[in-house]
């Protein structure tokens, strides 16, 4: 399924001779090994759906022309029970039509978990994701379809991993010519695990 084939990347894959990187991509791989035996279904949680998702089929599509397809063909076969949302009280209007997001695994994913938060971000072409950090927690971005920068210092093709230690402010913006679909690691304390916060700056 999506988790193991995301557990296998982490494992397996480059981490660009970064030790930091490496280090967050074991501890990953770590944590995945844990949950994946207890899947634990959160029955509470219904589909929904925020205007992004009309880039989703197209995201996906593009994402199967890369390495990292056998991940976005796990997605694709439970993409219909995903919620999606928001996830900041005030988003800024320009996001509302070009961003979503949906946790997969975690406190408030559909498979429960308070060691690791797992799910997807996805941004329309030309989309604009302001500045914003997550307190506490290390985030990891492992891009699944399209080409984006971060905090405009380098483009990211699909494949790339971007490390985000507690609390760095990171925007990003996406190519005009096709969307944007990430997955994102989440790693900290169980306390900042079950807060997930996330802020704009
Ligand atoms: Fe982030």
Known sequence: MFLHALKRWYKIKSSGGSEEIRRHMSQVDNL???ELPMDTVNVDINPSDKPACKYLQSAADNGLK????????????????????????KLPE??????????????RGLIKSSDIAVGI??????????????????????????????????VYPPESIVLN????????????SQPL?????????????????????
């Open 66 to 89: 890369h390495e990292t397809r056998y991940i976005v063909t796990h997605l694709q076969k439970f993409t219909s029970i995903l919620h999606w949302q928001y996830g900041y009280g």
């Open 165 to 176: 230690k507690p609390g760095k402010s990171h925007k990003i913006t996406n190519d005009s």
């Open 32 to 34: 995945l090994k844990k």
């Open 181 to 201: 679909l990430l997955a994102y690691i989440w790693t900290g304390s169980k306390e900042a695990i079950s807060e997930s916060r996330m802020v704009f700056d």
């Open 121 to 154: 971000v996805l941004l329309a072409p030309a989309a604009f994701y302001h500045y914003h950090e997550h307190p506490d927690l290390t985030e990891s971005y492992l891009n699944l379809s399209g080409y984006f920068s971060q905090n405009d210092q380098a």
């Open 94 to 107: 320009d996001m509302k039509e070009n961003y979503a997001y949906s946790e997969i695994l975690g406190p």
